[in-house]
């Protein structure tokens, strides 16, 4: 008995180390679907379930498990979609290693998502090429390099364009578009390129302001206002995004007037 509880200490001790702190000697003492509650009490969601799903049928916990892994596998869809709008949003804003750690993190949650897995290939090259753009432009500026010819100077820009455009970065892909057709007219598919950013910049500051107007209806202000800023990253004189979010602003401020008198 005294072996039993020596081991018992150390196991709890080591446990405790390594982070383990929910780890308790109930835990380890208990059923498998007390683990599986304790694990999921305790925020680990994916353990959680590993231990839920080990309940077997002869187990007189075995019904309330199956609930606890029907539980578990909502959640876990729901934070996946969770980190996967993270993930669209960083893409959006051509934040590239933030949007693959934030897909990496989705896919952890639900690793059946296929899209996801794409995703993150997709964007793993497309940050890639980016990086190489960014060093031969460095060893460039480094070196010196006097000025460039026409056609060298379309086929970086173009290069840059692209990746701008994939990466949801429309303002600068509309910006280093123009400058491939100034440096060289009818270079490639540059115009067809060109209208294209063009065109999903206009649908992305549509999608943003109205989606702003709908959380400002249901007085979700901050978020109302979030999305405003993305309309005036992407089109910085438009007024009705700023007059939105100037009155969304003042309201804010009021409330918070009203809250501290209510406090005083």
Not at 205 to 221: A, R, S, V
Request: proline share 2%.
């Amino acid at each position: 008995m005294r072996t039993f509880f020596l081991r018992l200490f150390v196991a709890v001790a080591v446990m405790a180390i390594s982070g383990c702190v929910h780890l308790t000697p109930g835990y380890l003492l208990g059923s498998g679907y007390e683990k599986a509650v304790a694990l999921y009490e305790s925020g680990y969601v994916i353990e959680a379930g590993e231990a839920a799903e080990k309940v077997t049928e002869d187990d007189p916990d075995y019904g309330r498990a199956q609930k606890l892994t029907s539980e578990i596998r909502a959640l876990r869809l729901e934070i996946a979609r969770d980190h996967m709008e993270l993930a669209e949003d960083y893409e959006e804003a051509g934040i590239l290693n933030m949007a693959i750690k934030e897909y990496r993190a989705a896919l952890k949650y639900n690793p059946t998502n296929a899209w996801v897995k794409r995703r993150i290939e997709d964007l793993t090259v497309l940050l890639s090429e980016r990086k190489k753009v960014e060093r031969a432009e460095m060893i460039e500026t480094l070196r010196g390099k006097g000025t460039k010819e026409p056609e060298e100077v379309a086929r970086a820009r173009y290069t840059r364009g692209r990746l701008y455009l994939e990466s949801g970065s429309f303002n600068k892909a509309i910006e280093e578009f123009t400058a491939v057709l100034k440096a060289v007219p009818g270079y490639k598919d540059t115009e067809v390129l060109l209208e294209r950013a063009r065109g999903e910049r206009k649908t992305a500051i549509d999608y943003h302001f109205k989606k702003g107007i709908d959380y400002f209806q249901k007085e979700n202000l901050e978020l109302a206002i979030d999305e405003w800023d993305v309309v005036l990253d992407l089109d910085p004189g438009n007024a009705e995004a700023a007059d939105y979010k100037k009155r969304a602003l003042a309201i804010m401020e009021k409330v918070k007037e009203i809250k501290e008198r209510q406090g005083g």
